[in-house]
């Protein structure tokens, strides 16, 4: 493959972050790790992934600093992967996924796995995009403003 | 290339919603129509990518009903690209994204882009995970309930 086109020096914030964790597997990896899952095989068995690519997106994860390599919980001499703030912090895009995934990926009657606060045992609110006042934005009320190229 | 493994019968809404948007050019396609831009040589000239990749992300975006043809705005014999409700519904993941770069891929003092409200001209609120009271949840404060098995 011819080495990939990266935007790590970009401007745009929608494109450095792209550049990291715009890849299927490595967000089914964070996935797991949200649900609890710590462990080389653990992984593995849960996505079917081959080994090999399991080791390079987990050594990417590693590297990107979103997971860190801890001893392992039970004292035993395997390690274990554990989410860093800078991982814990794509809970939300985990959360829209999973909200975008069942408003358009799903037929009404077709079983889902549902993500609930831990104390209600209710579904979460839809994220929506607010301005400063809390006011729901859809895209349109929305604008980018470039970097000004400095003169 | 093996055929890619999908998710698309997975009973987890994020493993369908990566499986379908977990690509890093087809994000940045989404962006830039979220972004204005509807036309080939514009997303071409905007991304810098080869023509035969975009036409591949262009037919997967109108194929999964993310984007759809329509006529040009001009009234001229080309054609555009236009976000549809389930393309503009992913406007909080991109939102998402580009608040996660910003807090984790850029040095404090180092420019990027911001998403401004149209009517204020200030950033919009960092996206939350809230509880059906509203109450801001943590991901350590929220658990998946998988779907039970039919005996």
Redesign the interface.
């Known amino acids: 493959m011819p080495p990939r086109?990266t935007?790590e020096r970009a401007?745009?914030?929608?494109?450095?972050?792209?550049?990291?964790?715009?890849?299927?597997w490595?967000?089914?990896i964070v996935?797991d790790a949200?649900?609890g899952i710590s462990r080389f095989s653990d992984f593995q068995r849960n996505l079917?992934l081959a080994k090999n690519i399991l080791s390079s997106r987990l050594r990417e994860l590693v590297a990107q600093?979103i997971l860190e390599v801890v001893p392992a919980s039970d004292g035993s001499a395997y390690h274990e992967y554990a989410?860093t703030r800078?991982g814990?912090?794509?809970?939300?895009?985990?959360?829209?996924?999973?909200?975008?995934?069942?408003?358009?990926?799903?037929e009404d009657d077709e079983?889902?796995?549902?993500?609930?606060?831990?104390?209600?045992q209710?579904?979460?609110?839809k994220?929506?995009?607010?301005?400063?006042?809390?006011r729901v934005?859809?895209?349109?009320?929305?604008?980018?403003?470039?970097?000004q190229a400095t003169s």
């Open positions: 086109v935007h401007e745009c914030p929608v494109a450095r972050a792209v550049d990291v964790v715009g890849d299927r490595l967000l089914l996935r949200f649900d079917g600093g989410l800078k814990r912090d794509l809970f939300v895009l985990l959360v829209g996924l999973r909200q975008w995934g069942e408003d358009h990926l799903f079983p889902h796995s549902v993500l609930l606060d831990v104390r209600t209710k579904p979460l609110q994220l929506e995009a607010r301005d400063a006042a809390g934005l859809t895209s349109t009320e929305a604008i980018v403003r470039k970097v």
